[in-house]
């Protein structure tokens, strides 16, 4: 095809400003595309994150505030479930298992949770899946730990380390529990959700490690030591959430309900599928804002595109009113330059999905480490092939104009060759 | 006697309603094979002129015949093909396409037109060929030459590039815009010479359009724009609404 071979020549004439045109396109689509793909993998990584438990317990205040720090472990709990009412809702008639959490200490930032061994049972995320071990076993004695996947590859610990906890949950704390080291007997699998992130220890762990604590600091004079704490009674007094199992799901409103009107104690009920929608709908003004803005980009990478086009088209006069003195019809003409801008479309394209690749082979895991997002790579889905289609149709229409004028020019320049 | 190469009767052009005619031709005829001189100072009209004859505008009034072919009453992709099987063109100056090589560039007029290809193959077994005994006649021969970028050319040798591309494929008419206005003065003749005697191998008809008095006798008809051209050169050159 004459055209299109002559189209591509001239192009590589001109590589210089094509090659920044084409990396401008490219940016704007892996920034397009990735802020798409990170949307996506959040939401399934959301969604995935908890599932065949039908309730969560906590103190009451906001469901999503619940969910947050129960499941996420992000934010703290405005109130703790006292010991008692645990054990009133162990023991409800409908209800088939519960699991008891216990959160508010971490290790180098990373979350320390308080539980049972019947979290590792309960516990189900993606297509009901179970938790399972790398390596290791689950937690035995008191100062047993089962660290998350993500845990262990950050941190370097694996079977037989000690680690030392931390009070508080920030990254660096100042206070740490260093008269009771905990030893890591099993590491879990990856997951791709906050467990990843979690190192678990048995409910008896964490309150040994605050038998000698009040009020979150030592309680000066008295330390008791990690021997003589193995023979006290080490039930807490009260606990962070309670995850719940039911024998019928039919029964889930009428537990919630009875849970929520609880007359001893301030608590809560929450069902975690649906708050966790609710939750995602809370961000749909972040996610549509960031994908606006990379609409946006994508809109300037085509105006870069469009000024490139027409600045050339004034070096190209003269080129254009050769070919038709040679005898090209004017659609030729026109299609020189539209076959010009839909080749930059395409050739952006698959830069910028090349691009995005690279970066996400990079940084999945940093991805997952961070925000417990798992990033496939290939193939696109339908939605990124719809991203390109319309980038390609911008491509065509922003060709229109530049290419219009050619024709136009064609038309009129005649044989006058215009410098 | 075979039908004129080029018949002008009574064409009359402006380039836009309103504005005074820039060109009035009653009658201007060239024969198969002729080589015409025509002089013509900047603002007679010429560009007009070559842009009429070679079917890029459509004159007002009038007819325009190219090998008997009424050109003025041909759709304008008709016009196109016409002038890509019929005309060749050389400009004063920049006739080539940088990106090319200089062999593609020569080889432009038959991937624009069948006509010209099948004439090339006919005479010289393959576009190459032909294109090869171009240049070569016209003292382009070296083939490291044929292969650099175009760019690399000094102006004489672009302009018998372009002296071979126009006359690929046989054309029936060559319209030379004032191909030697960019040459040294002694360089000239010398390509008129070459143009000439390739446009008489070929059978072409030349239109040479110069202001170039010099080179005037070396054609064996000689005119000017103003005498055929009736219209008022003065109000035609200037573009006062």
Not at chain 1, 174 to 184: E, I, N, S
Not at chain 1, 216 to 240: C, F, K, Y
Not at chain 2, 153 to 163: E, F, I, T, W, Y
Request: proline share 5%.
């Amino acid at each position: 095809m004459t055209v299109l071979s002559l189209a591509r020549r001239s192009l590589w004439n001109r590589r210089g400003t094509a090659a920044l045109v084409v990396c401008s396109v490219a940016l704007s689509v892996a920034l397009l595309l990735g802020v798409e793909r990170l949307r996506t993998e959040a939401r399934e990584s959301f969604a995935n994150t908890l599932s065949g438990v039908d309730l969560i317990v906590g103190a009451r205040s906001g469901p999503i505030n619940l969910l947050l720090y129960s499941v996420f472990r992000l934010g703290d709990p405005v109130n703790n479930v006292s010991w008692a009412s645990y054990e009133r809702i162990a023991e409800h008639p409908q209800v088939a298992w519960t699991v008891p959490l216990s959160l508010g200490d971490s290790l180098r930032g990373f979350p320390v949770l308080g539980t049972t061994q019947a979290y590792f049972t309960h516990y189900r995320y993606g297509r009901d899946q179970s938790l399972a071990l790398a390596r290791g076993e689950i937690f035995d004695g008191i100062f047993d730990a089962v660290l998350g996947a993500e845990v262990a590859r950050r941190l370097g610990y694996d079977l037989g380390d000690e680690i030392v906890l931390a009070h508080g949950t920030g990254a660096v704390s100042l206070t740490q529990h260093d008269d009771k080291p905990f030893r890591v007997v099993g590491v879990l699998e990856r997951t791709g959700t906050p467990v990843d992130n979690t190192v678990h220890i048995s409910l008896e762990g964490m309150e040994a490690i605050h038998v000698d604590w009040r009020g979150g600091a030592p309680i000066p004079g008295l330390s008791i030591s990690a021997e003589r704490v193995q023979s006290m009674d080490l039930t807490p007094d009260s606990i962070t959430a309670v995850m719940v199992g039911l024998t019928s799901r039919r029964a889930v409103f009428q537990v919630q309900r009875q849970i929520n009107t609880d007359r001893d104690e301030a608590l809560m009920a929450i069902m975690p599928g649906l708050t966790l929608q609710q939750l995602w709908d809370l961000m749909r003004v972040g996610e549509n804002a960031l994908l606006a803005v990379s609409a946006l980009v994508m809109l300037v990478a085509l105006t870069v595109m469009l000024t490139a086009l027409l600045t050339g088209l004034n070096e190209r006069r003269r080129e254009m009113a050769l070919l038709r003195a040679l005898g090209a019809r004017p659609w030729q003409i026109f299609a020189l330059i539209i076959g010009e801008s839909l080749l930059l479309s395409i050739l952006g394209a698959l830069l910028g999905v090349v691009l995005l690749q690279g970066l996400a082979l990079g940084a999945s895991g940093w991805l997952s480490g961070q925000l417990g997002l798992t990033v496939t790579l290939w193939p696109p889905t339908l939605h990124e092939m719809k991203i390109l289609a319309i980038l390609f149709a911008g491509g065509i229409l922003v060709g229109l104009w530049p290419a219009w004028r050619a024709y136009r020019n064609a038309l009129t320049d005649g044989m006058a060759i215009r410098m | 006697m075979t039908a004129p190469v080029l018949s002008l009767t009574d064409v009359t052009f402006r380039w836009q309603s309103g504005l005074p005619d820039v060109l009035s031709v009653p009658a201007f005829q060239m024969q198969p094979g002729e080589r015409v001189f025509l002089a013509g100072p900047s603002g007679s009209g010429k560009s007009t002129l070559l842009s009429l004859v070679a079917g890029i505008a459509t004159p007002r009034t009038g007819h325009i015949q190219v090998l008997g072919q009424p050109l003025s009453q041909m759709r304008g992709s008709a016009r196109d093909r016409f002038r890509a099987d019929q005309l060749g063109i050389i400009f004063q100056m920049f006739n080539l396409l940088p990106y090319l090589p200089v062999l593609q560039n020569v080889l432009l007029p038959c991937r624009f037109s069948r006509a010209r290809r099948a004439r090339a193959i006919a005479r010289d077994g393959s576009v190459e060929a032909q294109a090869r005994r171009l240049l070569g006649a016209l003292g382009l021969d070296a083939d490291d030459l044929l292969r650099r970028p175009v760019t690399a050319l000094s102006v004489g040798q672009q302009q018998r590039v372009a002296a071979a591309r126009a006359l690929m494929g046989a054309p029936a008419l060559v319209i030379a815009d004032e191909p030697t206005s960019a040459l040294d003065a002694d360089r000239r003749l010398e390509f008129v010479d070459l143009l000439s005697s390739e446009c008489d191998a070929s059978g072409a008809a030349l239109l040479f359009v110069s202001h170039d008095q010099t080179l005037a006798s070396h054609f064996p008809r000689r005119l000017s724009l103003l005498d055929i051209n009736q219209a008022d050169a003065q109000s035609g050159s200037g573009v006062t609404p």
